[in-house]
């Protein structure tokens, strides 16, 4: 299992990334942390909700910003161009993580506890 955190500009004070205390919270060896200033993953995750990709349907152009949240794709999957298709999409985080545990869990990938 491999976890990518993209910080992003979001809100009109987030400005910086992220301080090492905030993005030192994370402490995992599979966790990769990346800085997206100019919110290319959101345009992408926008791009990918107005072509139709259900799983991203609140994201849709007029609908809520595309940030904070987990997305859970089948192992193996490659991103190219566009943004794959996901298993799984929680959107805010905080009270998606119960379903993001069983999502991970019905791919193999962790074990419930």
């Known amino acids: 299992m491999r976890v990518y955190v993209v ?13 090492a205390e905030i993005s030192g919270l994370l402490k995992d060896e599979r966790i990769r942390q990346f800085w ?11 791009a990918a909700a107005d072509s139709g990709m259900t799983a991203f349907h609140d994201f849709k152009t007029g609908g809520h910003t595309p940030y904070d949240m987990a997305i859970v794709y089948k192992p193996g999957t490659r991103w190219v161009e ?12 905080a009270p998606s993580i119960q379903e993001l545990g069983k999502q991970l869990n019905a791919l193999g990938v962790v074990s419930a506890h």
């Open 7 to 19: 910080w992003a500009t979001v809100l009109e004070n987030d400005t910086d990334p992220p301080t």
């Open 36 to 46: 997206d200033p100019a919110r290319d993953l959101s345009a992408m995750v926008r």
């Open 82 to 93: 566009k943004i794959p298709k996901p298993v799984w999409v929680g959107s805010p985080v």
